[in-house]
């Protein structure tokens, strides 16, 4: 019995064994190579599969995942002889599990050394500065290398990136200085600037004060002329309507007189030739109104006749 036993146990082993090995279960987004006596039979997709146990094995399972793969720095040299050390960053998929399975050893190794060599071939035609600032170029030509390369491996190349790109320590010594000699030539131009526009602003503003207090002062002038002439015109007005004599006129040409010699600078007077002519009109005044204020009797008026030429003044030219 113990014989029947173990036969049966082995048989038991071997059927689960061959279950396990018939059933293969592939996840989404992943293919299984199949071989059968180490030769391609077929590809499994994802879901349930059934294969011929200990006949069929599977050789290799894929991801049909994008992946995202770094390299370490390359150094490149530039067309201008700098050495510069560039890391890249490689988004891939596998399209075809077969091909990526038999059309290459390792596709990550072949990718990288790929990458490798196309990046040299374009860094080699750029200068520094170029290389610098035309990051987009690079990548858009390395991505049309890579993916025409590795189309026959079953492999496309979705993006490439480069994520640093290093010249030496003494070029970016360099290069800090000369940003830093541009960004304080900048900032001086930009003070210069402001001090600029900011005399201009002032000198507009000056230019439009001294219009202004020009524009001021003049309709002052007008207006206290046009006031003085209204009051000369109303004086010579108020006059000619009170028709006064020649003896009034006199009068106040005399009490003028003072005025005019008043003043610490007036250190020569001169006495126009009028002045004869108003003091006659004035004693002529003073001589009628003596007869006028002198009471009765005849001796007073003779007397103020004899005294008229008397008090007459002498003519000063």
């Not at 038999?102 to 374009?122: D, G, H, K, M, P």
């Not at 002062?217 to 046009?226: C, P, S």
């Not at 005044?285 to 007459?312: C, D, H, L, V």
Request: zero cysteines; proline letters at 5%.
């Amino acid at each position: 019995m113990e014989p029947i036993i173990i036969v049966l146990i082995i048989l038991v082993v071997l059927v689960f064994v061959a279950l396990i090995k018939t059933i293969q279960v592939i996840p989404q987004a992943s293919a299984a190579i199949v071989e059968r006596f180490g030769r391609y039979t077929r590809t499994l997709n994802a879901g349930l599969n059934i294969v011929v146990p200990f006949i069929d094995s599977i050789r290799n399972r894929v991801d049909l995942r994008e992946q995202v793969v770094p390299f370490p720095p390359q150094p490149v040299i530039t067309q201008d002889n700098l050495v510069v050390n560039i890391d890249t960053v490689i988004y891939y998929q596998v399209t075809d599990a077969r091909a990526a399975t038999y059309e290459v050893a390792s596709y990550i190794q072949a990718i990288e050394q790929l990458t490798v060599t196309t990046l040299r071939n374009i860094i080699g035609g750029m200068d520094l500065e170029r290389t610098l600032t035309s990051r987009e170029e690079i990548n858009a030509a390395l991505r049309g290398v890579l993916d025409e390369a590795t189309g026959k491996w079953g492999i496309r190349v979705n993006r490439v990136e480069l994520k640093a790109i290093e010249p030496p320590t003494s070029i970016q010594d360099s290069m800090e200085k000369q940003m830093r000699a541009d960004r304080d030539k900048r900032a001086a131009i930009l003070q210069a600037e402001g001090v600029r526009q900011s005399e201009i602003l002032r000198a507009e503003g000056e230019k439009q004060s001294s219009i202004l207090r020009a524009e001021g002062e003049a309709k002052a002038a007008a207006l206290r002329a046009e006031g003085e002439a209204q009051a000369i015109r109303t004086v010579f007005e108020s006059i000619h309507a009170g028709d006064p004599d020649q003896k009034l006129l006199s009068y106040q040409y005399l009490q003028m007189l003072p005025k005019i010699a008043e003043g610490d600078a007036n250190k020569l007077w001169i006495v126009p030739s009028e002045i004869g002519d108003a003091l006659k009109g004035l004693g002529g005044a003073i001589g009628n109104f003596g007869p006028m204020t002198g009471g009765n009797g005849g001796g007073s008026a003779a007397t103020g006749k004899e005294a008229a030429p008397r008090r007459e003044q002498p003519r000063i030219d």
